[in-house]
């Protein structure tokens, strides 16, 4: 390491460029204790202080000092005898990392000598940045490495300045008046959640983040433990509206739902920092719910398998006297804002509870909750599962139910007959359709068109971005999405 603290004789040096001159005079290395005469012809040691670092190494009086072997300092690369005063003090100052290794003559015999500072090391090795050419020249290439490093580091950009940004895009889906759907955000039967990501930048450590406005869960306090690598970027989903005003927004002409929100950064030794935001709400009203948008209701299915409110067969049937265990499975870690709880409830004939049959804590790590259900198969009937989903902000959410059908063997063979002629109805259209279209996705309007005009049809639709479309066979069982994704 560069010797950033040195006696004033060192010092000297660093300001001096070596010239050639007479190598005689006495020169005292006083970070190891000892003193040497140069004579012109051998560099001999003089005075040894007692307890020094050059005592313990064993260096003594009239020893004859023949080479340095270490540290390596270009200067210092011919004979010792041939270096100035000022070469030769600075050849035998050792670094904190390299220690002074001699090759002496005593005792009609050559010795190594190794003597490592012992010194307190400076806070800063290079106090001055950057250096004259002529005292990067005089370090060795160690230190010349750590320099050089040293220099990038102080070419690195400046800390970055105190920012807090805040990205969100939340749009409602509303059919016939009740809120059906979202994206980028989520309802209880209290709120309507908004999911924004909050981005705070420090010069130096983040305190904190405080969300605050005049809505009902502010202010939010965000620490770094918060985030979700413990960093500085923050997800959170804000309670901003109630359901009543969402479904009214479908009732006027009014522009998007629209809360001001004011962020306050806080970063270590800084005064805090304010930005204002605006969260916007958009709303489509009587429009299809396009694939990506969520219902959390659309919860409860068989264990690994996912379902949409448009299932309209049984989530499972038994035959009469048949083994009646069930798993089913829920992803409510998936639902905005998260559940706090569940419960696996049945359901009356007219929609309540008759009872419930299991309930659990919600863990955001966890993907899948799953249920196990034994249901009674001895009769006939349709048993109706549903899922709770209780919220932190005390509201209590109902899954669209799911049946369960208990049937008799006659019913199962109806089922078989009626499956077989939905297929060859679908499949009689189908060639139809292809036998019409080479690329129904080349010109998505007039596809969708030629299908409302067919009298197999029981309707046809397409979505926005013509990504894709979809359509329903008379007498099929479900209907039929068509996807126009090139990848």
Request: include cysteine; charged fraction near 25%.
């Amino acid at each position: 390491m560069f010797l950033a603290v040195m006696t004033s004789a060192l010092t000297s040096a660093w300001l001096l460029t070596a010239a050639p001159m007479a190598i005689t005079g006495s020169v005292t290395v006083e970070p190891l204790g000892f003193t040497v005469q140069a004579d012109g012809e051998q560099v001999t040691v003089t005075r040894v202080e007692r307890g020094s670092v050059a005592a313990r190494a064993g260096l003594e009086p009239g020893m004859r000092i023949e080479r340095i072997t270490a540290p390596e300092r270009s200067f210092a690369s011919g004979p010792i005898t041939s270096l100035s005063l000022v070469d030769l003090h600075d050849a035998l100052i050792p670094t904190w990392d390299e220690p002074l290794q001699l090759q002496v003559w005593a005792d009609k015999r050559f010795l190594r000598v190794e003597l490592a500072r012992t010194d307190p090391r400076p806070a800063e090795e290079f106090p001055v940045i950057p250096l004259p050419k002529e005292q990067v020249a005089r370090l060795t290439p160690r230190q010349q490495a750590q320099y050089h490093m040293r220099l990038l580091m102080n070419a690195r950009p400046p800390p970055p300045k105190p920012e807090l940004t805040l990205a969100q895009e939340t749009t409602a889906y509303v059919v016939a008046g009740a809120l059906k759907a979202m994206t980028g955000g989520g309802f209880t039967p209290a709120r309507v959640y908004a999911r924004a990501t909050l981005t705070a930048t420090c010069p130096g450590p983040l305190e904190k983040v405080v969300l605050g406005g005049a809505a009902r869960g502010l202010p939010q306090t965000l620490l770094p433990s918060d985030s979700a690598r413990g960093g500085s970027k923050f997800t959170v989903d804000l309670p901003l509206w109630a359901p009543a005003a969402v479904r009214r927004a479908c009732a006027s002409t009014s522009p998007p739902l629209k809360i001001q929100l004011r962020g306050a950064l806080h970063c270590k030794g800084a005064p805090a920092e304010t930005r204002d935001f605006t969260a916007t709400l958009a709303v489509v009203c009587n429009q299809p719910t396009p694939y990506m948008a969520k219902d959390p209701r659309n919860q409860l299915a068989l264990a690994g398998q996912s379902r949409s409110e448009d299932d309209t067969w049984p989530i499972k049937q038994f035959e009469v006297g048949e083994n009646g265990s069930l798993e089913l499975g829920a992803r409510p870690s998936e639902v905005i804002p998260l559940p706090s709880k569940v419960a696996l409830v049945e359901l009356d004939a007219k929609g309540g509870v008759a009872r419930r049959l299991q309930k659990a804590k919600v863990q955001e790590t966890e993907r899948e909750q799953r249920f196990q259900v034994a249901i009674d198969t001895k009769a006939p009937r349709t048993v109706r599962l549903a899922l709770e989903l209780g919220f932190p902000d005390g509201s209590t959410l109902r899954s669209h139910p799911v049946d369960v059908k208990i049937v008799t063997k006659e019913e199962v063979a109806e089922q078989d007959r009626e499956a077989s002629e939905s297929y060859a109805k679908w499949k009689a259209f189908e060639r139809k359709f292809f036998d019409a279209f080479r690329d129904p996705c080349a010109n998505l309007p007039a596809t969708v068109t030629w299908l409302q005009a067919q009298p197999e049809i029981k309707w046809a639709t397409s979505d926005k971005h013509g990504d894709s479309f979809s359509y329903e066979v008379k007498g099929a069982l479900a209907p039929l999405l068509f996807s126009c994704h090139r990848h």
